[in-house]
């Protein structure tokens, strides 16, 4: 069983900065593909990056150029680095990881198991 746990949520002013974590179970950062997203009150959960087992990316473009998705394999964590935040980054920001290593287009109905959320605040 894969067990994520993500930290590093909070209120943060638009133009600032954040950077979550999720912590993995041993082996799963380099063996798995991992994802960050987010979902809103009365959204559909988004894909903001995606990371496989051999370092490929994917940014939705509202997050290209802004956040930063990577992973240390020797501390099981993966990373979302949150830069030029604005209000619309507002949401509860979810780890995810499936088996499927080298993949890097799976959606949310394919990721397999899920932390319980970090909550991110941008304020205007």
């Known amino acids: 069983q894969v067990q994520l746990v993500e930290s590093g949520g909070g209120s943060v002013q638009a133009g600032g900065s954040l950077r979550l974590s999720c912590a993995a179970s041993?082996?799963?950062?380099?063996?798995?593909?991992m994802a960050w997203f987010r979902q809103s009150p009365g959204k559909e959960r988004e894909r903001v990056a995606v990371?496989?087992?051999?370092?490929?990316?994917r940014y939705a473009d509202s997050v290209k150029g802004r956040f930063t998705i990577s992973k240390d394999n020797a501390k099981s964590t993966l990373y979302l680095e949150m830069n030029r935040v604005k209000p619309e980054d507002t949401g509860m920001y979810y780890c995810?990881?499936?088996?499927?290593?080298?993949?890097?287009?799976?959606?949310?109905?394919?990721?397999?198991?899920w932390g319980q959320g970090t909550q991110v605040t941008v304020s205007s």
């Open positions: 990371i496989n087992s051999v370092g490929s990316t």
């Open positions: 041993r082996y799963t950062i380099g063996s798995y593909c």
């Open positions: 995810a990881a499936d088996h499927r290593s080298l993949h890097i287009d799976l959606s949310s109905a394919d990721f397999v198991y």
